[in-house]
């Protein structure tokens, strides 16, 4: 690695600390996780315990589903926030490799979801567990320390899908408008329609490495590769858009 390249890492981890909303929308993949986790299990987590089809491993990660939003968010905010107020000229004035500065920026992006993504995957499994009683499970039960690796790369991947269809879109706004509501609403309405299709949208298939024993054609670690290669496909369009659209 030369000292550009080093540079241009610093400096954009630089931009995300001081950006607010991208600096709490960070703090938010931990904080809404782990909010969550403790309402629902110290209010119902013993209840829904003891309900048909339960099932524990996938059940501690259920909140999850709000730290992907923030994910998202995280995503969406750190890359667009070059398209505001003629940033990305400034960017492009400082790094002109245009290749350089998005490779720099996503690589920051995905190594803090990553880091920030398996500190609260493991947390909310272990906070989660200390309200469940007899019904408890561990790091040492089958699949609990996949799951929870799991977990931390599936926020990371979400992250950077997120930041990928940002430099396409060019708004922050405008992903969120698309990526919740298909990750929220969409992706559960073909599963109840199109199981075997379903299984292949980025967030039904990178969850499937929070089951102990995940159901359908795609085992945990190859339901995470789908997701992998939808946000790499994000990323590869971003390339594109950030390479050859006027800044």
């Known amino acids: 690695m030369n000292m550009s390249t080093t540079s241009v890492l610093r400096s954009e981890w630089i931009k995300i600390r001081s950006v607010r909303s991208v600096a709490g929308s960070l703090i938010a993949v931990f904080a809404a996780t782990l909010t969550v986790t403790v309402l629902v299990f110290a209010t119902v987590g013993q209840t829904e315990a003891d309900s048909p089809g339960y099932e524990p491993l996938f059940s501690a990660f259920y909140a999850l589903n709000f730290g992907q939003i923030a994910a998202i968010s995280f995503g969406a905010t750190a890359l667009s926030s070059e398209f505001l107020n003629g940033a990305l000229r400034i ?64 926020l990371m991947l979400m992250a950077l899908f997120a930041g990928g269809l940002a430099a396409v879109m060019r708004s922050a706004v405008a992903v969120l408008a698309v990526l919740i509501p298909f990750i929220l609403i969409v992706s559960f309405v073909l599963g109840g329609i199109a199981g075997d299709i379903a299984q292949y949208l980025p967030s039904q298939a990178g969850q499937l490495v929070l089951h102990q024993s995940p159901e359908g054609d795609l085992g945990p670690w190859a339901g995470l590769a789908v997701t992998a290669g939808w946000a790499g496909t994000a990323l590869c369009a971003g390339w594109w858009s950030i390479r050859t659209r006027d800044a």
């Open 91 to 154: 960017s492009l004035s400082a790094v002109p490799r245009r290749g350089l500065l998005y490779g720099a920026k996503m690589s920051v992006i995905g190594g803090l979801a990553l880091i920030v993504g398996l500190l609260t995957s493991l947390a909310t499994f272990l906070v989660g567990q200390t309200f469940m009683g007899e019904y408890a499970i561990g790091l040492g039960d089958p699949g609990a320390i996949r799951a929870t690796v799991g977990g931390g790369i599936y």
